[in-house]
C-alpha cells in the first residue's frame, strides 16, 4: 500500500522523473514498468517536461515551458514539488525488479535524520566511512561516486546545483567539487545491501541501446521506432550515416515541435501504454 499522508503534512520525499518533451515516446514505457515493479509507489509521482503531459492520475506533470538550461528546468520544477526531498529518476532507467516502498522510507528517514543532502542509489561501495549502526557510508573523495544521476537530494541541495543558466554538465561538475572537498552529507549504501533500484538504462546518444531492445523483446513491451530508431551500431561509414541522418531528423522534430508548442498549439497528450 501507498504510504498514508496528511494532506496537511509536507511529504518527506516524492519521486521526480527528470525529462523534456522530445522524450515522450520513453514515458509510457517508463511507467508501465514502474508502476508494474512499484504499484505502491507514493503518488503523485512528478514528470518534469516542457510543454506536453502524461495522461495518468498517478503522474502529475510539470510544464515548465522552452528548454532554456537544464538548471532552469529544475528551478521551475522544483518550486512545484512541496516534499523536503526528491528521488529523482531519468525516463530511460527502466526497472527490473520490484520496489518495496516501506523500505525506501526507512532509508530515506534514517539518511534525513543524519542530515544527508545527497544519496546515490544508482551505486554502491565499501570506500569511505562507515556510519555506525548503518548500512550508509560517507562518499569519500578517494571514490567520488556523486554525480547527478538516479539519486535521493535533499531539494534545496539539488537546487543549489540546478543554478538558472547552467547545464547539466556544470551541475554535475559542482557536485563533483563537493565530493572531492570531502562534503559531509553525501552518502550510498554499503556493498552487498540490496539495491535500492535495479533498471536496464535505455538509450545512449539519442538512439535505444541493445540492451534495451533485448530487455523490451523478453518483456513483449514494443517501442516507437519510428520516434526513436534503433539505428546500426557498427564504425563503418553507412553505420555513421545512418545515425548521424535520423540525429539531424530528430533534432529537426524538436525544433519544430518547440515553436508550435511555444507559439500556443496545444501539444498532444502521452497516453499509456494499451490507450
Wanted: proline content about 9%; some cysteine; charged content about 25%.
Amino acid at each position: 500500500m501507498s504510504l498514508p499522508l496528511d494532506p496537511k503534512e509536507k511529504p518527506l520525499w516524492s519521486v521526480m522523473v527528470s525529462s523534456f518533451d522530445d522524450n515522450c515516446d520513453l514515458w509510457p514505457l517508463f511507467f508501465h514498468f514502474l508502476f508494474k515493479h512499484w504499484p505502491e509507489v507514493p503518488t503523485p509521482v512528478y514528470l518534469v517536461t516542457n510543454y506536453r503531459t502524461y495522461d495518468d492520475p498517478r503522474v502529475v506533470s510539470l510544464c515548465v515551458g522552452k528548454d532554456v538550461s537544464w538548471g532552469e528546468t529544475m528551478t521551475r520544477a522544483l518550486a512545484k514539488i512541496p516534499s523536503k526531498h526528491v528521488w529523482m529518476l531519468l525516463e530511460d532507467f527502466f526497472l527490473t525488479q520490484p520496489i518495496q516502498t516501506e523500505r525506501i522510507d526507512r532509508i530515506v528517514r534514517a539518511w534525513d535524520a543524519m542530515g544527508g543532502k545527497y544519496l546515490e542509489t544508482g551505486r554502491q561501495s565499501d570506500a569511505g566511512e562507515l556510519v555506525p549502526g548503518t548500512d550508509f557510508r560517507h562518499i569519500p573523495s578517494a571514490n567520488p561516486q556523486a554525480g547527478i544521476n538516479s539519486a535521493f537530494y535533499e531539494c534545496a541541495f539539488l537546487g543549489a546545483l540546478a543554478q538558472p543558466g547552467w547545464s547539466l554538465w556544470q551541475g554535475n561538475s559542482q557536485l563533483k567539487k563537493l565530493n572531492m572537498a570531502d562534503h559531509p552529507d553525501l552518502y550510498y549504501l554499503c556493498e552487498g545491501v540490496t539495491p535500492m533500484i535495479q533498471f536496464v538504462e535505455a538509450v545512449k546518444g539519442k538512439f535505444w541501446k541493445p540492451v534495451a531492445m533485448d530487455f523490451l523483446k523478453e518483456t513483449a513491451v514494443l517501442p516507437d521506432l519510428k520516434w526513436r530508431p534503433f539505428p546500426p551500431q557498427g564504425q563503418d561509414v553507412i553505420s555513421k550515416f545512418t545515425r548521424s541522418f535520423h540525429k539531424r531528423r530528430m533534432e529537426w522534430r524538436k525544433k519544430r515541435d518547440e515553436r508550435r508548442f511555444a507559439a500556443g498549439v496545444v501539444p498532444p497528450v502521452v497516453r499509456p501504454l494499451g490507450r
